[in-house]
């Protein structure tokens, strides 16, 4: 079973750079797709980012194409969310989640595991 905690999330100003981590127990980490995922206040959550087992493939919602890149180090059992030229419509909490089935799916519902989530706020 896999376990997973984010953290580095903070407030940054309009433009600046986040980068959030989600760190993994478990054998198995390097098998499981990754995904971020993440929900503003008073809305619903949705998809951000995702990564398939070997990094091979990734996945990004058009809202954060350019901006944000996913990567992970299986070697660390850690995903990251690289995130710059941040915009107040990016402030959420941001959530990690692993998918065993190692596709890096946009589909929140494909996710097994799920992060208590690391808030990010951009606000001048």
């Known amino acids: 079973q896999v376990q997973l905690a984010e953290s580095g999330g903070g407030l940054v100003q309009p433009g600046g750079s986040l980068r959030l981590s989600c760190a993994a127990s478990?054998?198995?980490?390097?098998?499981?797709?990754m995904g971020w995922f993440r929900q503003a206040p008073g809305q619903e959550r949705e998809f951000v980012a995702a990564?398939?087992?070997?990094?091979?493939?990734?996945n990004y919602a058009d809202s954060v194409k350019g901006r944000f890149t996913i990567s992970r180090d299986n070697a660390i059992n850690t995903v990251y969310l690289q995130m710059s030229s941040l915009q107040a419509e990016d402030t959420a909490v941001y959530c990690c989640?692993?998918?065993?089935?190692?596709?890096?799916?946009?589909?929140?519902?494909?996710?097994?595991?799920w992060g208590q989530g690391a808030p990010g706020t951009v606000s001048s």
């Open positions: 989640a692993a998918d065993r089935f190692g596709v890096p799916s946009k589909r929140a519902v494909e996710y097994e595991l």
């Open positions: 478990g054998r198995t980490f390097s098998t499981y797709a």
């Open positions: 990564i398939s087992w070997n990094g091979g493939r990734t």
